[in-house]
């Protein structure tokens, strides 16, 4: 919805850093900047609200703002909104939002340091009207950066990956940049999910209110580019901390300053950055004032549910690759993009697959072929593998799967969608049967163990919604099987007739 939003461009910028700032380390991508508005000119006393998602002022749909005020303050990860903040690095180009305004004066900075800003917006739709002019004075009280590794120059151990040597360093890696890449991963993960489950709901409810069916549209569109701009980073930062994972390992931790002032090593460090971002634990300034996350508005807060402190500690970074390559794969298929869309999802597919045999490939493209995608890897056996080892469900496959052969039904490859669609029955079939036997043998031992009503009931209904969310995944496979068997059909039938017709001519 290019047409709607409001542009933003930085008139004039002015930098002055302060004489007591120590920090040598300056902020970058996924660095968490703390601040305070100085002042803020706005012709709205009140302040400015500060676009929580890139819908914030389209069709109604409405997020809960943050407001921007003088004398406010808050706390941002930079490069956490990319949905936001796609902006460009010329100096005079202009922003799709205040946050990438924000985001743009804060990088490179360091604590202490003051930016006056001239800022004016207009709407895309009223061009011809006047921008909208105010100023903006902001002190950077503290900036978090990354998990930083030890010294490139000083020789650590470290397991060398066997297969190219060139993709390891010397240098003392450092767990808690994994864990930062992973978490961000995950919460970008969420964002994605959010914006397109909160704001489809949302053009859904203001179906009568929306300009026409081309607005409609394109509003549908522009939710499913937004969320692939998060799952496309977050597949990014994922990829880095599982490839962190499998060719970085250290045996030495990085020393910790615990508060007598003593070295120690601890591998419980690594969550030590999720904890301030979440407001769980205060950091200390260079002055040694305590700051409380809590005491700054969260500029990376979205929906109701307070997301930060849901991060799974155990989280599994194979598990999260799976996911977004399915979710990157969903909004390639909403969008159109079918090819692109089967090749994310062969991806992920064949991350399973490597997981039994990494030597099952010849070549990068192998993966690509669906012939090395069978029921052996779907066995019952396997499954359980897939599960205990990294969390990943029969769901989970299910999905990747059936919209693989969504895209190939989209581009005509009826043969390879067949495939995917039988594969996907089979699949959802044994689930139900080891379902069902499961119940029996519960209500058997539940019978003669005399468990109570209430968590009979509890375990009955249960059981049941599980039960209708594979016979609907079984119902959705079965019916595109149909379609793809009757376009088959149609198509068999109109090669024949123009081999007759040929054969006629020809006569």
Same mark, same amino acid.
């Given at each position: 919805?290019?047409?709607?939003?409001?542009?933003?461009?930085?008139?004039?910028?002015?930098?002055?850093?302060?004489?007591?700032?120590?920090?040598?380390?300056?902020?970058?991508?996924?660095?968490?900047?703390?601040?305070?508005?100085?002042?803020?000119?706005?012709?709205?006393?009140?302040?400015?609200?500060?676009?929580?998602?890139?819908?914030?002022?389209?069709?109604?749909?409405?997020?809960?703002?943050?407001?921007?005020?003088?004398?406010?303050?808050?706390?941002?990860?930079?490069?956490?909104?990319?949905?936001?903040?796609?902006?460009?690095?010329?100096?005079?180009?202009?922003?799709?939002?205040?946050?990438?305004?924000?985001?743009?004066?804060?990088?490179?900075?360091?604590?202490?340091?003051?930016?006056?800003? @001239?800022?004016?917006?207009?709407?895309?739709?009223?061009?011809?009207?006047?921008?909208?002019?105010?100023?903006?004075?902001?002190?950077?009280?503290?900036?978090?950066?990354?998990?930083?590794?030890?010294?490139?120059?000083?020789?650590?151990?470290?397991?060398?990956?066997?297969?190219?040597?060139?993709?390891?360093?010397?240098?003392?890696?450092?767990?808690?940049?994994?864990?930062?890449?992973?978490?961000?991963?995950?919460?970008?993960? @969420?964002?994605?999910?959010?914006?397109?489950?909160?704001?489809?709901?949302?053009?859904?409810?203001?179906?009568?209110?929306?300009?026409?069916?081309?607005?409609?549209?394109?509003?549908?569109?522009?939710?499913?580019?937004?969320?692939?701009?998060?799952?496309?980073?977050?597949?990014?930062?994922?990829?880095?901390?599982?490839?962190?994972?499998?060719?970085?390992?250290?045996?030495?931790?990085?020393?910790?300053?615990?508060?007598?002032?003593?070295?120690?090593?601890?591998?419980?460090?690594?969550?030590?950055?999720?904890?301030?971002?979440?407001?769980?634990?205060?950091?200390?300034?260079?002055?040694?004032?305590?700051?409380?996350?809590?005491?700054?508005?969260?500029?990376?807060?979205?929906?109701?549910? *307070?997301?930060?402190?849901?991060?799974?500690?155990?989280?599994?970074?194979?598990?999260?690759?799976?996911?977004?390559?399915?979710?990157?794969?969903?909004?390639?298929?909403?969008?159109?993009?079918?090819?692109?869309?089967?090749?994310?999802?062969?991806?992920?597919?064949?991350?399973?697959?490597?997981?039994?045999?990494?030597?099952?490939?010849?070549?990068?493209?192998?993966?690509?072929?669906?012939?090395?995608?069978?029921?052996?890897?779907?066995?019952?056996?396997?499954?359980?593998?897939?599960?205990?080892?990294? @969390?990943?469900?029969?769901?989970?496959?299910?999905?990747?799967?059936?919209?693989?052969?969504?895209?190939?039904?989209?581009?005509?490859?009826?043969?390879?969608?067949?495939?995917?669609?039988?594969?996907?029955?089979?699949?959802?079939?044994?689930?139900?049967?080891?379902?069902?036997?499961?119940?029996?043998?519960?209500?058997?031992?539940?019978?003669?163990?005399?468990?109570?009503?209430?968590?009979?009931?509890?375990? *009955?209904?249960?059981?049941?919604?599980?039960?209708?969310?594979?016979?609907?995944?079984?119902?959705?496979?079965?019916?595109?099987?149909?379609?793809?068997?009757?376009?088959?059909?149609?198509?068999?039938?109109?090669?024949?007739?123009?081999?007759?017709?040929?054969?006629?001519?020809? @006569?």
């Amino acid at each position: 919805m290019a047409t709607q939003c409001a542009m933003y461009r930085i008139k004039k910028l002015e930098h002055s850093t302060s004489d007591t700032g120590t920090s040598c380390y300056k902020a970058t991508d996924g660095s968490l900047c703390f601040c305070t508005v100085i002042d803020f000119n706005h012709v709205h006393e009140s302040g400015r609200d500060l676009e929580c998602c890139p819908l914030h002022s389209l069709f109604n749909i409405q997020c809960e703002p943050i407001v921007l005020k003088s004398n406010s303050r808050f706390r941002i990860i930079l490069g956490n909104s990319p949905d936001t903040t796609q902006f460009k690095n010329q100096s005079t180009s202009k922003q799709l939002s205040l946050r990438s305004v924000v985001e743009k004066i804060l990088f490179n900075c360091t604590a202490g340091d003051v930016f006056n800003v @001239e800022i004016e917006s207009v709407e895309r739709d009223e061009k011809h009207k006047d921008p909208t002019e105010y100023k903006l004075s902001l002190r950077v009280d503290y900036v978090l950066v990354p998990p930083i590794c030890g010294d490139p120059t000083m020789n650590a151990p470290v397991e060398i990956l066997e297969s190219d040597v060139r993709e390891n360093t010397t240098a003392d890696w450092n767990p808690d940049l994994a864990i930062q890449w992973l978490y961000r991963a995950w919460y970008l993960k @969420e964002r994605g999910s959010w914006l397109v489950n909160h704001h489809l709901k949302c053009l859904t409810l203001h179906s009568d209110s929306s300009n026409g069916k081309n607005n409609r549209e394109e509003l549908f569109k522009y939710i499913w580019s937004s969320a692939f701009a998060c799952y496309s980073r977050a597949l990014q930062l994922v990829s880095l901390a599982y490839w962190a994972e499998k060719t970085c390992v250290n045996d030495v931790l990085p020393l910790e300053i615990n508060e007598n002032g003593s070295d120690h090593k601890t591998s419980t460090n690594n969550i030590h950055w999720i904890q301030v971002v979440s407001g769980e634990k205060p950091i200390t300034s260079n002055g040694g004032e305590k700051l409380n996350s809590s005491d700054y508005i969260d500029w990376d807060r979205f929906g109701d549910i *307070d997301h930060k402190t849901m991060f799974p500690q155990q989280c599994k970074p194979l598990r999260l690759m799976f996911i977004l390559l399915s979710n990157v794969a969903l909004c390639q298929l909403k969008v159109g993009s079918n090819d692109y869309c089967a090749r994310n999802c062969s991806h992920a597919l064949y991350l399973l697959s490597y997981q039994l045999d990494s030597t099952i490939y010849s070549s990068t493209n192998d993966y690509y072929h669906q012939d090395i995608i069978n029921t052996a890897l779907f066995s019952q056996e396997k499954l359980q593998f897939y599960w205990d080892n990294f @969390e990943i469900t029969y769901q989970d496959i299910h999905k990747v799967l059936f919209r693989r052969a969504q895209s190939y039904f989209n581009q005509g490859k009826m043969d390879e969608a067949k495939y995917d669609l039988e594969l996907c029955i089979e699949l959802m079939k044994s689930q139900l049967l080891t379902l069902q036997s499961k119940d029996d043998k519960e209500k058997t031992i539940e019978s003669n163990n005399n468990n109570n009503d209430q968590e009979r009931e509890e375990t *009955d209904r249960e059981s049941n919604n599980h039960c209708k969310q594979i016979k609907a995944a079984l119902q959705a496979s079965e019916n595109l099987l149909v379609k793809v068997n009757d376009r088959m059909k149609r198509e068999q039938a109109e090669l024949l007739s123009r081999i007759r017709k040929r054969t006629h001519v020809n @006569e």
